[in-house]
């Protein structure tokens, strides 16, 4: 064999050789891709349970802020209710005071605003 048969036979081998380099670093890009992916998805998943955890927060901060807006819209309302009855009272003696100087006449002895209540 001279040498251009040796140099046939060593490419014939190197065939083999080179598709199986290719398939090594076919399966080691392959492999590196995958374990790229799943970290991918491990950011994604905290990425969104850190989302979730601060809407769940923002959430419950403004359920508070209502509750305290609710309550205090009902106590300002009890107010205005104990106030408006208060109001209405006083102006029920003034009626009744002018209804009854009307009636019976002024009489300062008798129906002065200290005796009434005034």
Do not use: Y
Not at 37 to 65: P, Y
């Amino acid at each position: 064999m001279d040498l251009s048969g040796v140099a046939a036979a060593l490419a014939l081998l190197s065939i083999p050789a080179s598709v199986l380099i290719a398939r090594w670093q076919m399966r080691t890009a392959l492999a590196q891709s995958e374990a790229n992916h799943r970290a991918a998805l491990q950011v994604a998943e905290a990425n969104h349970q850190a989302a979730l955890e601060v809407v769940e927060a923002n959430h419950q901060k403004a359920n508070e802020a209502a509750e305290a807006n609710h309550t205090r819209a009902l106590e300002l309302a009890i107010e205005s209710r104990r106030s408006a009855i208060e109001v209405a009272g006083q102006q029920a003696n003034a009626e009744h005071r002018r209804w009854m100087v009307e009636t019976r006449g002024p009489d300062p002895g008798v129906w002065t605003p200290e005796r009434l209540g005034s």
